[in-house]
């Protein structure tokens, strides 16, 4: 049974990240992505100082919203103050996973996280707190309800905001001009990846974050040339490598997060040699341009 | 407070070493960490920095001992991996350059971990200590492993100084250093490896996790305070020593605190401060520019105000009243009882019983101001053919920023005219 | 020369556009009639994407303003196009042609609306005036440039609008692409339809458009045709850097001045 709880919480976390990311590297914002996922730990620690638990819908919210801010302060860098594009990432994400860390440490006592598991999660512990109701019926991890409420709103939100996301995603430039807005597709985008983030971050930590929001996708695009089959696809290598990596992990006793991550990259690897299309190791005639 | 006494005393050798070690590791990654910047892969540092780890847990596991040497070796080999992954990825497939960042840098760090979980949980009893690459701790630089990580710095510093003419043609200008026949090639790959080099002894610092801030972030900072490149590195450099001694003096008063999110936040907090005030480049300074100009645009306009109320009266140099001004010119009354005060003080005009007075030196800025008023509404005219009636607006900004030599260009270009577009005299 | 009409589709006012504060537009004041084919021609740099991009406000401008039918553009986004550089978008995505073209339907539909069959019919019948009906589920990145550009073509005409903007349109596309656009655009013009080409060639702008917009930095002539395209207004549009003009630029940059003072 607890095997099913970590795979299905491994698949929950796979399915958000992996649609999510799917625009993020096709806007060409994978670094985005990995920053917002470190930064939005200082806000998970003050959340958990402030509300005492994990679970709850305010830490969700705050959290979140320190996620939004590392958008705009990224942005406030390389606009207002001119900072190299690249740079401001680095020196945002760092300095606030920095303070995370700081305050982890300060709090030891307080927060119920430490160093090590803001990097690679706790997922192996997901199945020990359970959801029990009042009358004593048990429903399973709380973790697992929280993530599947996330995984239905970034569902909902991506066929909601389709073609919009889509259009702002392939040519920004032509949105603007008929009359759609930009900003606001991206803002809900960058919203959408922090939310997930927060949600995912305790049970599967930062770096498989990262992983799970670019490599399913990145291993899709080499797979497809059609968007929806990409999320599609994108989704089904991401809850394979959850299932994969739990084995993977049992078997050589080592960190459940680290390991789907590895399966991730190995089934990129695979894409990228093998891919019927686009693999290196295949020589199948491709389809050239009509040259006039 | 004692401890920091204590600290900066160096009497105990163990600070001593410690406080050197950190100046070196921090110092060397911040000045490799300048020339990824400005080639514009800083995040590429990110992806080695954590591509060292499963590096560092194999040679462990392969060896069997903690020697420094062997570390960085492992550390290195994966290192560089890393770095040709990322080339290789985006060469031979569509993967865009960030996508192969991220991808290497979370999928290195994975099967680090994997690795990591498993020596701990193997027991092996030599593997304690092995996780404070995750996060840095300056204070454990001692004996062996402070000459090892030491001496790769000192190497990493003579290499860039030897090199760097070369690195700094690549960094500016690629195309033309391929031309004059310099190996690019060669020079990316040296880079490449000082790179990971920093990164191999950064770690030791603030671990695999922050590294990238160690390469990035005194390299930003720097950048603001010049333009000169030399004068960068060696900002960055004291940026990062100045900050890696910070870590070093957390480490040995708070032995449970990670030294890295210190040492990084310090290196940060540095950063911001440059990002807003520094000279020139700075949001503050900018700001303060800005608003310089508010105030001169301001000044120049009460002066023309009170040479065009004088050019009515037939040139004659008359006092006008705060009113007379105003009437001709909607500008909020504070604004301008401060700023005719200010000219008064700067000793442009004097306020005589009747009003406001031109002296000598404002009746000449005056007449330079709207000179060049007309001479530029002449230009838009005859140059960009404007309508007369739609270059005054533009000409408000504008005669308040051509300089001398400008202006001159201007009349020549107008053949010293008389009369402006509206026929006005051109003073 | 700069000639103004009467009741004019685009009405461009005292407009200056800056990057980062040096005006790559100075002054601009235009009005273009309606149903006319209109080329934006200048050298390289002399800002003629720019002016597009401004007079759809997809730049902000440091002064002045733009109406489109008499109205503020925010209020006749839909009967505006826009066909970007083809280089402007990246090829690689993962989109079929006859996605790119639904593209077209999609400021109309508004928020949360899937396309219908009458989108889809629309796309698709765009797809056949340039001639490309055969290619609707062929994925972009195997398209040749003129296939590509056409494609783009088709995602405008799938909106129906009734002012265009086209970007360089022409650039690198083969030669029978040229010749189909082109008949395109006339059959457009006579559909009443204004069409605004940013266009580097001077050899084929004689035959193409019936009005030209010289530009360099600032505009230096408007008119029909055959009025505008002499050899003395080339040579003020190509000839003769406005060397004060752009040293004045560097200083407001430098000195951060406010394109206008308030």
Same mark, same amino acid.
């Given at each position: 049974?607890?095997?099913?709880?970590?795979?299905?919480?491994?698949?929950?976390?796979?399915?958000?990240?992996?649609?999510?990311?799917?625009?993020?590297?096709?806007?060409?914002?994978?670094?985005?992505?990995?920053?917002?996922?470190?930064?939005?730990?200082?806000?998970?620690?003050?959340?958990?100082?402030?509300?005492?638990?994990?679970?709850?819908?305010?830490?969700?919210?705050?959290?979140?919203?320190?996620?939004?801010?590392?958008?705009?302060?990224?942005?406030?860098?390389?606009?207002?103050?001119?900072?190299?594009?690249?740079?401001?990432?680095?020196?945002?994400?760092?300095?606030?996973?920095?303070?995370?860390?700081?305050?982890?440490?300060?709090?030891?006592?307080?927060?119920?996280?430490?160093?090590?598991?803001?990097?690679?999660?706790?997922?192996?512990?997901?199945?020990?707190?359970?959801?029990?109701?009042?009358?004593?019926?048990?429903?399973?991890?709380?973790?697992?309800?929280?993530?599947?409420?996330?995984?239905?709103?970034?569902?909902?939100?991506?066929?909601?905001?389709?073609?919009?996301?889509?259009?702002?995603?392939?040519?920004?430039?032509?949105?603007?001009?008929?009359?759609?807005?930009?900003?606001?597709?991206?803002?809900?985008?960058?919203?959408?990846?922090?939310?997930?983030?927060?949600?995912?971050?305790?049970?599967?930590?930062?770096?498989?974050?990262?992983?799970?929001?670019?490599?399913?996708?990145?291993?899709?695009?080499?797979?497809?040339?059609?968007?929806?089959?990409?999320?599609?696809?994108?989704?089904?290598?991401?809850?394979?490598?959850?299932?994969?990596?739990?084995?993977?992990?049992?078997?050589?006793?080592?960190?459940?997060?680290?390991?789907?991550?590895?399966?991730?990259?190995?089934?990129?690897?695979?894409?990228?040699?093998?891919?019927?299309?686009?693999?290196?190791?295949?020589?199948?005639?491709?389809?050239?341009?009509?040259?006039? | 407070?004692?401890?920091?006494?204590?600290?900066?005393?160096?009497?105990?050798?163990?600070?001593?070493?410690?406080?050197?070690?950190?100046?070196?590791?921090?110092?060397?990654?911040?000045?490799?960490?300048?020339?990824?910047?400005?080639?514009?892969?800083?995040?590429?540092?990110?992806?080695?920095?954590?591509?060292?780890?499963?590096?560092?847990?194999?040679?462990?596991?392969?060896?069997?001992?903690?020697?420094?040497?062997?570390?960085?070796?492992?550390?290195?080999?994966?290192?560089?991996?890393?770095?040709?992954?990322?080339?290789?990825?985006?060469?031979?497939?569509?993967?865009?350059?960030?996508?192969?960042?991220?991808?290497?840098?979370?999928?290195?760090?994975?099967?680090?971990?994997?690795?990591? +979980?498993?020596?701990?949980?193997?027991?092996?009893?030599?593997?304690?200590?092995?996780?404070?690459?995750?996060?840095?701790?300056?204070?454990?630089?001692?004996?062996?492993?402070?000459?090892?990580?030491?001496?790769?710095?000192?190497?990493?510093?003579?290499? +860039?100084?030897?090199?760097?003419?070369?690195?700094?043609?690549?960094?500016?200008?690629?195309?033309?250093?391929?031309?004059?026949?310099?190996?690019?090639?060669?020079?990316?790959?040296?880079?490449?490896?000082?790179?990971?080099?920093?990164?191999?002894?950064?770690?030791?610092?603030?671990?695999?996790?922050?590294?990238?801030?160690?390469?990035?972030?005194?390299?930003?900072?720097?950048?603001?305070?010049?333009?000169?490149?030399?004068?960068?590195?060696?900002?960055?450099?004291?940026?990062?020593?100045?900050?890696?001694?910070?870590?070093?003096?957390?480490?040995?008063?708070?032995?449970?605190?990670?030294?890295?999110?210190?040492?990084?936040?310090?290196?940060?907090?540095?950063?911001?401060?440059?990002?807003?005030?520094?000279?020139?480049?700075?949001?503050?300074?900018?700001?303060?520019?800005?608003?310089?100009?508010?105030?001169?645009?301001?000044?120049?306009?009460?002066?023309?105000?009170?040479?065009?109320?004088?050019?009515?009266?037939?040139?004659?140099?008359?006092?006008?009243?705060?009113?007379?001004?105003?009437?001709?010119?909607?500008?909020?009354?504070?604004?301008?009882?401060?700023?005719?005060?200010?000219?008064?003080?700067?000793?442009?005009?004097?306020?005589?019983?009747?009003?406001?007075?031109?002296?000598?030196?404002?009746?000449?800025?005056?007449?330079?101001?709207?000179?060049?008023?007309?001479?530029?509404?002449?230009?838009?005219?005859?140059?960009?053919?404007?309508?007369?009636?739609?270059?005054?607006?533009?000409?408000?900004?504008?005669?308040?920023?051509?300089?001398?030599?400008?202006?001159?260009?201007?009349?020549?270009?107008?053949?010293?005219?008389?009369?402006?577009?509206?026929?006005?005299?051109?003073? | 020369?700069?000639?103004?009409?009467?009741?004019?589709?685009?009405?461009?006012?005292?407009?200056?556009?800056?990057?980062?504060?040096?005006?790559?537009?100075?002054?601009?004041?235009?009005?273009?009639?309606?149903?006319?084919?209109?080329?934006?021609?200048?050298?390289?740099?002399?800002?003629?994407?720019?002016?597009?991009?401004?007079?759809?406000?997809?730049?902000?401008?440091?002064?002045?303003?733009?109406?489109?039918?008499?109205?503020?553009?925010?209020?006749?986004?839909?009967?505006?196009?826009?066909?970007?550089?083809?280089?402007?978008?990246?090829?690689?995505?993962?989109?079929?042609?006859?996605?790119?073209?639904?593209?077209?339907?999609?400021?109309?539909?508004?928020?949360?609306?899937?396309?219908?069959?009458?989108?889809?019919?629309?796309?698709?019948?765009?797809?056949?005036?340039?001639?490309?009906?055969?290619?609707?589920?062929?994925?972009?990145?195997?398209?040749?440039?003129?296939?590509?550009?056409?494609?783009?073509?088709?995602?405008?005409?799938?909106?129906?609008?009734?002012?265009?903007?086209?970007?360089?349109?022409?650039?690198?596309?083969?030669?029978?692409?040229?010749?189909?656009?082109?008949?395109?655009?006339?059959?457009?013009?006579?559909?009443?339809?204004?069409?605004?080409?940013?266009?580097?060639?001077?050899?084929?702008?004689?035959?193409?458009?019936?009005?030209?917009?010289?530009?360099?930095?600032?505009?230096?002539?408007?008119?029909?045709?055959?009025?505008?395209?002499?050899?003395?207004?080339?040579?003020?549009?190509?000839?003769?850097?406005?060397?004060?003009?752009?040293?004045?630029?560097?200083?407001?940059?430098?000195?951060?001045?406010?394109?206008?003072?308030?």
């Amino acid at each position: 049974m607890n095997a099913f709880w970590i795979i299905l919480t491994g698949s929950l976390v796979a399915t958000c990240c992996s649609l999510l990311g799917c625009y993020l590297i096709l806007r060409r914002m994978a670094m985005v992505g990995d920053a917002i996922s470190h930064a939005v730990l200082p806000g998970i620690v003050i959340a958990f100082l402030f509300t005492g638990s994990r679970e709850s819908v305010p830490m969700l919210i705050g959290a979140g919203l320190l996620g939004v801010l590392t958008t705009f302060l990224i942005e406030f860098f390389h606009r207002y103050a001119r900072v190299q594009a690249d740079a401001a990432i680095g020196v945002t994400f760092t300095w606030l996973f920095a303070i995370g860390i700081i305050l982890i440490s300060v709090f030891a006592g307080q927060v119920d996280l430490d160093q090590d598991c803001v990097l690679y999660g706790e997922i192996a512990y997901v199945p020990l707190d359970l959801w029990i109701t009042g009358g004593g019926l048990s429903l399973g991890p709380r973790t697992v309800w929280t993530l599947a409420v996330v995984t239905l709103l970034i569902i909902l939100f991506i066929v909601l905001g389709y073609k919009e996301l889509f259009l702002t995603t392939f040519d920004p430039a032509y949105a603007a001009a008929i009359g759609i807005s930009t900003t606001v597709w991206y803002y809900s985008l960058m919203t959408a990846v922090s939310f997930t983030t927060v949600a995912s971050f305790e049970s599967v930590g930062a770096i498989l974050v990262v992983a799970l929001l670019v490599a399913p996708p990145a291993t899709a695009y080499l797979l497809t040339d059609n968007f929806k089959q990409m999320l599609l696809l994108s989704v089904l290598a991401g809850i394979l490598a959850s299932a994969a990596g739990y084995y993977l992990a049992v078997w050589i006793d080592g960190s459940i997060a680290g390991a789907i991550a590895t399966v991730t990259g190995m089934e990129f690897m695979l894409a990228f040699l093998f891919s019927p299309a686009r693999g290196i190791l295949i020589k199948r005639k491709q389809l050239q341009p009509v040259q006039h | 407070m004692n401890e920091f006494f204590e600290f900066f005393s160096f009497a105990d050798a163990n600070v001593r070493y410690v406080t050197l070690g950190s100046v070196l590791l921090a110092g060397s990654s911040a000045v490799v960490g300048c020339f990824t910047l400005l080639r514009k892969r800083a995040l590429v540092g990110d992806a080695v920095a954590h591509a060292v780890l499963p590096g560092v847990c194999l040679a462990f596991i392969l060896s069997g001992t903690k020697n420094p040497f062997i570390l960085l070796l492992g550390a290195f080999i994966t290192g560089w991996i890393s770095l040709l992954t990322i080339d290789f990825i985006t060469s031979r497939s569509r993967i865009k350059e960030d996508t192969a960042i991220g991808l290497v840098l979370s999928v290195f760090f994975g099967i680090g971990i994997i690795l990591l +979980t498993a020596i701990q949980h193997s027991g092996n009893a030599a593997q304690s200590g092995l996780d404070k690459f995750l996060f840095g701790k300056a204070a454990s630089l001692v004996g062996e492993d402070l000459i090892a990580f030491s001496l790769v710095a000192v190497l990493l510093l003579v290499a +860039t100084l030897l090199f760097y003419k070369e690195l700094t043609l690549l960094c500016f200008d690629q195309a033309y250093a391929k031309t004059i026949g310099y190996p690019v090639r060669a020079l990316e790959l040296l880079l490449t490896t000082l790179t990971v080099f920093a990164v191999v002894v950064g770690i030791q610092a603030v671990g695999v996790v922050l590294m990238a801030a160690m390469l990035i972030t005194p390299a930003a900072a720097a950048r603001f305070w010049t333009d000169r490149l030399s004068l960068m590195l060696v900002l960055a450099a004291l940026i990062g020593a100045f900050s890696g001694v910070a870590g070093a003096f957390v480490s040995y008063t708070a032995p449970a605190m990670p030294t890295g999110p210190w040492i990084v936040l310090i290196v940060s907090m540095i950063a911001t401060l440059s990002f807003a005030f520094a000279p020139g480049k700075g949001w503050v300074s900018r700001l303060l520019r800005q608003r310089r100009n508010k105030t001169l645009i301001l000044e120049e306009n009460l002066l023309k105000l009170l040479y065009q109320l004088g050019e009515q009266k037939q040139g004659t140099l008359a006092p006008h009243t705060f009113q007379e001004i105003l009437e001709r010119r909607a500008i909020p009354q504070k604004l301008a009882r401060t700023g005719l005060r200010k000219l008064g003080n700067q000793g442009y005009i004097e306020k005589t019983p009747e009003g406001w007075l031109l002296t000598g030196q404002g009746q000449r800025r005056g007449e330079r101001v709207v000179r060049l008023h007309r001479l530029w509404e002449l230009y838009l005219t005859q140059y960009l053919h404007l309508a007369s009636d739609h270059v005054h607006e533009d000409a408000e900004t504008i005669e308040h920023i051509i300089t001398p030599e400008l202006e001159q260009k201007l009349m020549e270009e107008l053949g010293f005219p008389v009369l402006d577009p509206h026929s006005a005299r051109i003073p | 020369m700069i000639l103004q009409v009467e009741n004019p589709v685009v009405e461009v006012h005292d407009l200056t556009v800056s990057y980062d504060r040096k005006p790559v537009l100075w002054g601009i004041d235009l009005t273009l009639p309606a149903g006319a084919l209109v080329g934006v021609i200048g050298p390289n740099g002399a800002g003629k994407s720019t002016l597009i991009k401004a007079m759809m406000d997809l730049l902000p401008a440091g002064s002045g303003y733009v109406r489109i039918f008499d109205k503020p553009i925010g209020q006749v986004r839909n009967r505006i196009s826009y066909v970007p550089q083809r280089e402007s978008v990246d090829w690689d995505f993962p989109a079929s042609v006859f996605d790119v073209v639904l593209m077209g339907r999609y400021g109309k539909l508004g928020l949360f609306k899937r396309p219908r069959k009458a989108d889809k019919d629309a796309a698709m019948e765009a797809l056949q005036k340039v001639g490309m009906q055969g290619f609707a589920n062929r994925q972009i990145s195997q398209l040749s440039g003129g296939q590509q550009q056409r494609v783009f073509l088709a995602r405008a005409l799938a909106q129906n609008a009734d002012i265009y903007f086209m970007d360089e349109p022409f650039a690198g596309v083969d030669i029978a692409t040229e010749t189909a656009i082109i008949e395109l655009l006339r059959t457009m013009r006579e559909q009443g339809k204004t069409v605004i080409v940013v266009h580097h060639d001077l050899q084929s702008a004689t035959e193409y458009f019936d009005w030209v917009v010289l530009l360099n930095l600032r505009l230096v002539a408007s008119g029909p045709t055959e009025k505008i395209l002499t050899q003395q207004l080339l040579e003020q549009t190509y000839g003769g850097k406005l060397t004060v003009l752009t040293k004045v630029g560097e200083l407001l940059k430098k000195q951060e001045f406010p394109s206008r003072e308030r």
